[in-house]
């Protein structure tokens, strides 16, 4: 018997700790000695954000290098060549019995997470299945519904932008950080 099966629609999910971490660290913690947190009204009490645009800009360039090379090595691995592209950012902020409701962000092309503040219990991004009707079958269900990446500080998530994700309550009281972006290629 001859056969081959086809993996269709993954979902490449890109994890990795950045380089000189402590450099970015700094760049990082400057840039949020400026920001004034707030919560979306219309969200509820999840968590704060940096703006409620989603479209802040901040002098981190070593980050910002940092960020290049890993989008390239995703991009190469999912063979899309590499384009101009634009970034809209912010910076998110969990305190206690925050939490993050599950959305996506489909109108943009890769989403962005790097993890600036965390003692790993403090929430974990999780992200749920593209195939929604797979929760219904015997067969796949183990490989449906949640998967969960914990916090690390220094850890760098790039992912579809159109994947569901949410993130689970901080049981903690150290506050967890993160800096999201999206990419948007040139078209």
């Not at 629609?9 to 000189?20: E, G, I, K, L, M």
């Not at 290098?65 to 390239?72: F, S, T, Y």
Request: some cysteine; proline content about 5%.
């Amino acid at each position: 018997m001859s056969y081959f099966i086809d993996h269709i629609f993954p979902t490449p999910v890109y994890s990795s700790r950045v380089d000189n971490f402590d450099k970015i660290q700094e760049e990082m913690h400057l840039a949020i000695s400026s920001v004034n947190f707030g919560m979306i009204e219309e969200w509820g009490q999840t968590h704060y954000v940096s703006t409620p645009t989603f479209n802040d800009r901040y002098d981190m360039p070593l980050f910002e290098m940092e960020l290049q090379k890993h989008l390239e090595v995703y991009c190469d691995a999912v063979n899309f060549p590499m384009r101009n592209y634009t970034l809209r950012s912010w910076f998110t902020k969990f305190e206690r019995g925050n939490y993050g409701h599950i959305h996506n962000h489909g109108h943009h092309d890769i989403s962005v997470c790097y993890y600036v503040k965390t003692k790993g219990s403090s929430g974990s991004i999780f992200f749920e299945t593209p195939a929604e009707s797979a929760t219904t079958s015997i067969v796949f269900k183990e490989y449906t519904n949640r998967f969960w990446h914990p916090p690390e500080e220094g850890k760098l998530l790039l992912f579809p932008s159109y994947l569901r994700h949410g993130i689970t309550t901080n049981t903690t009281d150290i506050d967890r950080i993160s800096f999201s972006a999206n990419i948007q290629f040139n078209r």
